[in-house]
Structure formats: structure tokens, C-alpha cells
């Protein structure tokens, strides 16, 4: 069972829009992660957003940094003036001092998309809705809603689905819904026909409740998680009032209980 756990306190530039897990995931510069996409094992995301109910498997890069291939080295010193190297003053007298032209475009992840193990998303790639990307797979093109791409580089062996139920996949736009079984029954996700059809009948109907409930009450726990860490802080902070003076020194007996405590911490 995943424990509730507010990943803003960990990426504070990323934004996560619901429940998300993570796993021992990356996130650099800034991300944007949809509600109920998770990652499984260390994953590196760079600038990256990705939607809603995504699987993203360990080892996957998205999105990362780019080295110009044009210049005499690919080296940082010809492209960087940042602060690598900082240690070696030298470095300054070779290091280029004109600025390079970055990749600045994002990678955007869809809705649905299923990412195999150790698969590498270049920046500014597109990756449809329910599209799937097979394990280590070079993906530098936009893959298109509900492909299967695999290979190095990565090409299209088919879609998942006919053409008819792809577009009706896209029209419905399920991942905007709470599927609550109170509503829609236990659904067979499995017979895709059948289940459309229950989500359609409930849109028309009106009855079919927007994700936008569960993402509230997630996002209200997660502020009553942090009101009760916060009070636990205060509290811890309280009743460590009693081993100071009134000067901020620690009080007599305490300092007489760690001289006694000494020789277990500090061996001749």
C-alpha cells in the first residue's frame, strides 16, 4: 500500500496535479505530472509533462539536455559557461564565452501512454494518448496516439486498436472521468466495446462524475497531511523547550547525562 506522500515538498518546480507516485524518479527543471501516473524504479524526466494514468518504467530519460554536434568538440567548455569545472581556474581561459543556442522545446507525454524499461523520449518528442513505447526503445519523432513504437529508432509496428475505436477512444476522453463503480457498475476493461459504451450512456446522462473530484479530495488530504506534520514539528520543538536555559545553553543535568554518555561515543 503507496503512502500518501506530497511530492511538491521533494520537486518544489515541478507541479503534480493529483495522486502520483514516483518511485526513486528524477525530475529536472520543470515537470508537470498528470493525476494517477506513476513511476516505476529511478526514471530521469527532464522539462517533461506527462498526463494522466501513465506508466513509466525504470531506466526511462525524457527530455533531456542537448550537446550542439556542430562545433569542434561536443565537450561543455565549447557551448557552457556554467559552473562545472569551477574547481579549475584554467578552464576559464579556454572555455567559450559565446552563448549556444538551446533546445527549449518541452516533451509532452499524453494521457494513457505506457513507457517500457530503459526507453529514451528525446526532447521535444510528442507522444500521443495510449500510445506505447517497447523497452529501450529511441524514440526522436512524435509517436501518434495509441502506436506501438519500438526499436532503435523507434518505428511504428501498429496501433493498438482499429481505427474506428481510436477516435471514439479520443472523443470520450475517459481519463477525464471518475469511473466510480457506484455509477458505471463493475466495467469489463477488457471488452473495450462494452465499456465505451456505459461511459457514453453515463456522459449523456450526466451522471458520470468529473476526475476533478478525486484530485480534490486527494489534494484537501494532502493539506491536512501537512497540518499535522506541521503540528507535530511545533510539538517536537515544545518539549525540547525544557533542555535549554533561559540563555539557549543546554541545562546542567543534561550536560552532566551526555558527559556520562561519552565514552560509548568516543573510543581512544
Keep these: 500500500m503507496g ?3 506530497d511530492w511538491k515538498q521533494v520537486f518544489p518546480n515541478s507541479r503534480f496535479e493529483g495522486p502520483v507516485t514516483l518511485g ?3 525530475l529536472l527543471g520543470t515537470c508537470s505530472i498528470g493525476a494517477f501516473s506513476y513511476v516505476e524504479g529511478v526514471a530521469h524526466l527532464h522539462n517533461t509533462d ?20 556542430e562545433n569542434m568538440s561536443t565537450h561543455l567548455f ?37 513507457i517500457g524499461a530503459g526507453a529514451f523520449v528525446r526532447r521535444g518528442v510528442t507522444v500521443g494518448d495510449g500510445a506505447i513505447i517497447g523497452a529501450h526503445a ?8 495509441y502506436a506501438i513504437v519500438v526499436g532503435t529508432p523507434a518505428k511504428r509496428t501498429r496501433y493498438r486498436f482499429d481505427e474506428a475505436t481510436r477516435a471514439r477512444l479520443l472523443r470520450v476522453k475517459w481519463w477525464e472521468y471518475y469511473l466510480d463503480r457506484s455509477v458505471v457498475g463493475d466495467l469489463d476493461y477488457s471488452n473495450v466495446d462494452q465499456t465505451l459504451d456505459t461511459i457514453e450512456a453515463q456522459i449523456a446522462a450526466g451522471t458520470l462524475p468529473n ?4 484530485i480534490d479530495k486527494h489534494n484537501l488530504r494532502l493539506k491536512q497531511l501537512s497540518a499535522a506534520k506541521k503540528k507535530k514539528e511545533v510539538g517536537l520543538l515544545a ?23 561519552r565514552p560509548w561515543f568516543s573510543r581512544e
Design 3 to 5: 503512502a500518501l506522500r
Design 24 to 26: 526513486q524518479a528524477e
Design 50 to 69: 506527462i498526463g494522466r494514468f501513465c506508466s513509466i518504467a525504470r531506466g526511462v530519460v525524457a527530455g533531456p539536455g542537448e550537446h550542439p554536434i
Design 78 to 114: 565549447t557551448y557552457s559557461a556554467g559552473t562545472k569545472f569551477s574547481f579549475c581556474p584554467e578552464m576559464d581561459n579556454f572555455r567559450t564565452k559565446s552563448a549556444f543556442k538551446r533546445n527549449r522545446q518541452r516533451t509532452t507525454i499524453g494521457n494513457d501512454v505506457w
Design 138 to 145: 529511441l524514440v526522436l519523432e512524435d509517436v501518434e496516439p
Design 211 to 214: 476526475l476533478a473530484v478525486v
Design 239 to 261: 518539549a525540547g523547550n525544557d533542555k535549554f536555559d533561559d540563555k539557549g545553553n543546554l541545562k546542567g543535568w543534561l550536560v552532566a547525562w551526555l558527559r556520562t554518555c
